[in-house]
């Protein structure tokens, strides 16, 4: 599976964008799990957004709970995430992954994915 994560850019804080992750090489089965997470310099890579495949079911990190969305286009195999009223906090370079055969209690953990994306930089200015 490859992951091609698109979107990012400079926005002042209380706006909005949207990242997309576009897959290809393989389609996704039920079991596959979708995830966004973000890295900023000299922090770790931490979690923000989790949607499974099949039911749709969505968890997010407390940080994010409330102003982002992540959703799914079977028919695209693509995976969104929809970041309204973005905070200067937010900056951070986002990155998707995909993995087979996640749980519910995996989803926000960023070993448990197989397939990353090449990260896309998201900038919010005061």
């Known amino acids: 599976v490859q992951l091609q994560a698109s979107g990012g850019g400079l926005v002042q804080a209380g706006g909005s964008l949207r990242l997309s992750c576009a897959a290809s090489?393989?389609?996704?089965?039920?079991?596959?799990?979708l995830g966004w997470f973000r890295q900023a310099p000299g922090k770790e890579r931490e979690f923000v957004a989790a949607?499974?495949?099949?039911?749709?079911?969505?968890v997010y990190s407390d940080s994010v709970k409330g102003r982002f969305t992540i959703s799914r286009d079977k028919a695209k195999s693509t995976v969104y995430l929809q970041m309204n009223n973005l905070e200067p906090e937010d900056t951070a370079v986002y990155y998707c992954?995909?993995?087979?055969?996640?749980?519910?209690?995996?989803?926000?953990?960023?070993?448990?994915?197989?397939?990353w994306g090449q990260g896309t930089q998201v900038t919010v200015s005061s």
């Open positions: 090489g393989r389609t996704f089965s039920s079991g596959y799990g």
């Open positions: 992954a995909a993995s087979p055969g996640l749980i519910y209690s995996s989803l926000g953990v960023p070993s448990s994915y197989d397939y």
């Open positions: 949607i499974r495949w099949s039911g749709g079911t969505t």
